[in-house]
């Protein structure tokens, strides 16, 4: 991929997504809104999230644990924490980088 190439905005993908379905850019967004919210409300909830084709949200908990200040090398205690992680559907990944 090339440096200079950036990523998509979001009036960009509603504009493609507007497009391709026939709806108005309006539309478009309430429904990406409507997706957001019900992602982390169920990730919260439930601790996953799904979205066929593309991957899932998990919730994950890491241990405590000791790690390494980078520029004394002195010990820390780093707390045990829950985090969001985002994994990738195998089709997805599939269909980006095709298996050789």
Do not use: H, W, Y
């Not at 507007?18 to 709806?23: C, G, N, Q, T, V």
């Not at 967004?29 to 593309?54: H, M, Q, V, W």
Request: aromatic share 4%.
């Amino acid at each position: 991929m090339a440096k200079d190439v950036k990523p998509m905005t979001k009036a960009q993908i509603l504009g493609e997504l507007a497009d391709k379905l026939e709806m108005t850019k309006k539309d478009v967004n309430g429904f990406i809104e409507a997706l957001t919210e019900l992602a982390c409300k169920e990730t919260k909830k439930k601790g996953s999230f799904t979205l066929p084709g593309i991957g899932k949200l998990v919730l994950q908990k890491r241990k405590a644990r000791i790690g390494r200040n980078p520029q004394t090398g002195e010990e820390i205690k780093i707390k045990a924490k829950t985090v969001v992680k985002f994994r990738v559907a195998k089709a997805c990944k599939d269909t980006i980088i095709p298996a050789k």
